[in-house]
Nanobody, 128 residues
Framework: QVQLVESGGGLVQAGGSLRLSCAVSGRTFSSYAMGWFRQAPGKEREFLAAINWSGSRTYYADSVKGRFTISRENAKNTVYLQMNSLKVEDTAVYYC?????????????????????WGQGTQVTVSS
């Protein structure tokens, strides 16, 4: 059974930085495509960033491009989201997600419905 556990959330002032981690159980993590999403109260879950199995390909939502960086360490079964220049509007619960690519091994995904596995989320609050 695959489990994803996020950590690293918290309270930070606007302009500050946080690094989220997502630890994944299971021996096949190195083959997974991974992604980060967030959900603010009253809003739909929003795609932020995705990375393919090797880390050679990444993709970002326009809202975070240039501020957030997704990366992974397959040896540690962990994916990261480095968040810089945080804004009040970045306040949300942040989720990591994973799946085994269903077409090409190098694929990455941006849709909520394209991921099979989800973490429980970690709260990020940015104060003004």
């Amino acid at each position: 059974q695959v489990q994803l556990v996020e950590s690293g959330g918290g309270l930070v002032q606007a302009g500050g930085s946080l690094r989220l981690s997502c630890a994944v159980s299971g021996r096949t993590f190195s083959s997974y495509a991974m992604g980060w999403f967030r959900q603010a109260p009253g809003k739909e879950r929003e795609f932020l960033a995705a990375i393919n199995w090797s880390g050679s390909r990444t993709y970002y939502a326009d809202s975070v491009k240039g501020r957030f960086t997704i990366s992974r360490e397959n040896a540690k079964n962990t994916v990261y989201l480095q968040m810089n220049s945080l804004k009040v509007e970045d306040t949300a619960v942040y989720y990591c997600a994973g799946n085994i690519p269903y077409r090409r091994a190098s694929d990455l995904y941006t849709g909520v419905n394209e991921y099979d596995y989800w973490g429980q989320g970690t709260q990020v609050t940015v104060s003004s």
